[in-house]
Antibody, heavy 123, light 107 residues
Framework: EVELVQSGGGLVQSGGSLRLSCVASGFTFSRYAMNWVRQAPGKGLEWVSVISTTGDSTYTADSVKGRFTISRDNSKNALYLQMNSLRAEDTAVYYC????????????????WGQGTLVSVSP | EIVLTQSPATLSLSPGERATLSCRASQSISDSFLAWYQQKPGQAPRLLIYDASSRATGIPDRFSGSGSGTDFTLTISRLEPEDFAVYYCQQYVSSPTFGQGTNVEIK
């Protein structure tokens, strides 16, 4: 059974940093590109970032470019999102999501999602 | 950026009725790289449909997707109590974007 277990959210002041983690099980983690998607309170979904299977290629949404960094450790089946210079508008539930088979990297749909972790940035 | 517009914003129906949800793209989506997700309160989204019309693993056949180019539809043939939720479309032909969602609520 595929499982994505997230950790690392919380409350932080504007300008602060947080690191999110996502540990995968139930599939061969190193074979799949992985993503972060976020959802502001009461709002829709926004893709944040994607990383290739080996980690040597990443793409990031313009809204967080230069502030957020995605990375992975295939030896630990782990995905990370380092978030720096956080702003109030970054307040959201952040989901890690596994690439589904359809589509071409870096643009995919997502067949499994983590449980989500709330990041709250105070002004 | 491809903008996806979903309609209606809210759909009020009774169990057993048919639901038809629309997703319109600001430009053509080649290869029908469009997906549909269901999201219930406090839960992560669940993939229902990919490639516009292919059901994801374990999705009941009352869910179907259709369309091409700029106009796509998600149909739920007969609503079950567990189907009342918010539905999002997503394109992945370019940098991924999502529609704003359709809330299917109990009438």
């Amino acid at each position: 059974e595929v499982e994505l277990v997230q950790s690392g959210g919380g409350l932080v002041q504007s300008g602060g940093s947080l690191r999110l983690s996502c540990v995968a099980s139930g599939f061969t983690f190193s074979r799949y590109a992985m993503n972060w998607v976020r959802q502001a309170p009461g709002k829709g979904l926004e893709w944040v970032s994607v990383i290739s299977t080996t980690g040597d290629s990443t793409y990031t949404a313009d809204s967080v470019k230069g502030r957020f960094t995605i990375s992975r450790d295939n030896s630990k089946n782990a995905l990370y999102l380092q978030m720096n210079s956080l702003r109030a508008e970054d307040t959201a539930v952040y989901y890690c999501a596994k690439r589904a088979s359809s589509g071409y990297y870096p643009n995919n749909c997502y067949d499994y999602w983590g449980q989500g972790t709330l990041v709250s940035v105070s002004p | 950026e491809i903008v996806l517009t979903q309609s209606p914003a809210t759909l009020s129906l009774s169990p057993g009725e048919r639901a038809t949800l629309s997703c319109r793209a600001s430009q053509s989506i080649s290869d029908s790289f469009l997906a549909w997700y269901q999201q219930k309160p406090g839960q992560a989204p669940r993939l229902l449909i990919y490639d516009a019309s292919s059901r994801a693993t374990g999705i009941p056949d009352r869910f179907s997707g259709s369309g091409s180019g700029t106009d796509f539809t998600l149909t739920i043939s007969r609503l079950e109590p567990e189907d009342f939720a918010v539905y999002y479309c997503q394109q992945y032909v370019s940098s991924p974007t999502f529609g704003q969602g359709t809330n299917v609520e109990i009438k």
